[in-house]
């Protein structure tokens, strides 16, 4: 079932102004990486790493997570919430501002425990992609869910780029020299590396096999011949 829909507070007056081929795009993620494991979310205390406007959030808690954490470095992101999430979904959800390789090590000594983590669209942000592993999962998770843009080659490399801080689908403000910050693609096989080294396989989403109706806005999963492409993957215990 859509989730992310105008009922659901996407789109409208009052909800957030996403339009449809913005619902179809989530939906059909929601497809492909949430609701292949849905009973693995289910009861769960889920972490959400770059939290956004809470849309996977409630993604987590429609499919039973039992309590979500967000965290989320843009505040005005964080107050877009309450437009999407019931009063009981707000009471099973807490979002934390602040950058996650400094939230991370607080929760963690804090004796927080989570048994599932959402990492979508966050891990080609950052230059430090080795540090954000071992920080997620030093939680010992059951399960990462995985979606991010990776370059397409078959060596176990990083492409560094760059791009504004000030879109807030792009990375956070830092310690950068104006409004630009370094970012990298990891490939798949340094992300294999990287994961096995902490103990964790990668299971990668096929998405030709998933037959859909509709690719609008969905080409980055699709593309051919080009440096990057967009890759879901669940990471799971070895």
């Known amino acids: 079932m859509a989730v992310f829909t105008p009922e659901n507070g996407f789109g409208g007056p009052d909800g ?13 993620r929601h497809r ?7 009973d693995r979310i289910r009861d769960a205390r889920l972490l959400d790493l770059a939290s956004h406007d809470g849309r996977w959030s ?17 505040q005005d992101l964080i107050d877009r919430a309450p437009r999407i999430l019931s009063r009981d979904e707000q009471a099973r959800t807490r979002f934390i501002q ?6 991370m090590p607080q929760l963690l000594a804090a ?15 950052v230059m430090d992609h080795d540090r954000m592993l071992r920080q997620m999962l030093a939680f010992r998770p059951r399960l990462v869910v995985f979606d991010s843009t990776l370059a397409a080659s078959d060596q176990p490399m990083i492409l560094v ?19 630009r910050a ?24 096929d998405w030709e096999a998933l037959d859909l109706p509709d690719t609008a ?19 799971t215990p070895l």
């Not at 492909?32 to 849905?38: D, G, L, N, S």
């Not at 409630?58 to 843009?74: F, M, N, Q, S, Y």
């Not at 004796?111 to 942000?125: A, E, N, P, T, W």
């Not at 490939?187 to 989403?205: H, K």
Request: proline residues 3%.
């Open 16 to 28: 957030l102004a996403y339009d449809a081929g913005q619902r179809n795009r989530l939906n059909t």
């Open 32 to 38: 492909a990486f949430i609701e292949p494991v849905a």
């Open 58 to 74: 409630l993604a987590a808690l429609r499919a039973g997570a039992a309590h979500v954490t967000g965290i989320e470095v843009r």
């Open 98 to 103: 602040g950058d996650v390789f400094e939230v």
């Open 111 to 125: 004796g927080d425990r989570f048994d599932v983590i959402f990492c979508l669209g966050l891990f080609y942000h």
């Open 161 to 179: 780029g760059q791009e504004n801080t000030d879109s807030h689908l792009n990375a956070a403000p830092g310690q950068h020299a104006g409004n």
């Open 182 to 205: 370094t970012i990298g693609f990891v490939s798949r096989p340094a992300l294999n590396i990287m994961c096995r080294n902490y103990g964790y396989g990668v299971d990668y989403v």
């Open 217 to 235: 806005k969905l080409d980055g999963y699709f593309r051919k011949n080009a440096p990057t492409r967009r890759y879901s993957a669940f990471l």
